[in-house]
Every structure is written in structure tokens, then in C-alpha cells.
């Protein structure tokens, strides 16, 4: 599953492996890693790809279809999150709509584990006169 719309990760896998899925009407085929564009699909190239409608750029678009638990969008998120492991990567999960889905995961007795890469917060290392000064 990706947030990304672009067809990157495709380019750097064999094409007769995945199969990029953008909506409900792209069924999954057998023996082909499926690789869901929850907020649409551009690729490079004259291929396939969302219709315009279908692409979630803005945030009315992205919190229109996050208040919808029914949407396309949130039942793929739900399903990858509930019955694979996950690795987020380029997330940093700030984002009240995707804590709302893994809360939602939480709470069903499905138990799966979902692992983050973070960035590591970079802290202010104060001077010795910055702290002599709130001393003072």
C-alpha cells in the first residue's frame, strides 16, 4: 500500500510481479503483488492511471474520504493494516486520520504488528551560556 500517486516503486520492481491498484474496479490478480494507491495513480507514461475524480490531492478531498469508514481508500488501508505486518516508512504518523485507522486495528481481535521507521527528533543542545543565562 502506498500514499504516493506517482509509479516509482513500480519502476524498480520486475513488471510481471505487481499489479498497481488505484480503485474498486482494479481487482486483484492471482500471483501478482498487488500494490494499492489509496489516494490515486499517476504513473509515468502513456499507462493507466486514475481519473481525476479518483485523485486525492487537497485536504477537503483527503478529509472527505477519511470521514467515510465505507470509502474504497479506508477499507484497502484497513485490510492491508489488519492482515499484514506493516512498515511505514515516510510516515510520521502525525496524522489524525491514520492514527484513527491503526486505533481502528487496535481494537479488533485480529492482532497484527505494525512497525514505523521515524526520523529521530533532532534536540537544541543549549551553550553553557544559554544555561547560565536561565540560571538567572
Known amino acids: 500500500m502506498t500514499y504516493n500517486y506517482d509509479s516509482l516503486l513500480e519502476h524498480a520492481l520486475d513488471q510481471t510481479f505487481y499489479q498497481p491498484i488505484w480503485n ?3 481487482p486483484a490478480l492471482d500471483r501478482k503483488l498487488p ?3 489509496v489516494h490515486g495513480y499517476v504513473p509515468l507514461g502513456n499507462n493507466e492511471g486514475s481519473n481525476p475524480e479518483e485523485i486525492i490531492f487537497t485536504e477537503d478531498q483527503y478529509n ?5 469508514p465505507y470509502s474504497w481508500s ?17 510516515l510520521s504518523l502525525s496524522d ?4 484513527r485507522l491503526l486505533d481502528a486495528i487496535r481494537n479488533t481481535p485480529i492482532k497484527t504488528i505494525q512497525f514505523a521507521l521515524l526520523k529521530k527528533p533532532q534536540w537544541h543542545t543549549p551553550s553553557a551560556a544559554e544555561l547560565d543565562h536561565n540560571k538567572q
Do not use: F, P
Open 24 to 26: 474498486a474496479d482494479k
Open 35 to 37: 500494490i494499492y494507491h
Open 64 to 68: 472527505r474520504v477519511a470521514s467515510d
Open 74 to 90: 479506508n477499507l484497502v488501508q484497513i485490510h492491508c493494516m489488519s492482515s499484514t505486518v506493516g512498515l511505514m516508512i515516510g
Open 96 to 99: 489524525r486520520n491514520m492514527r
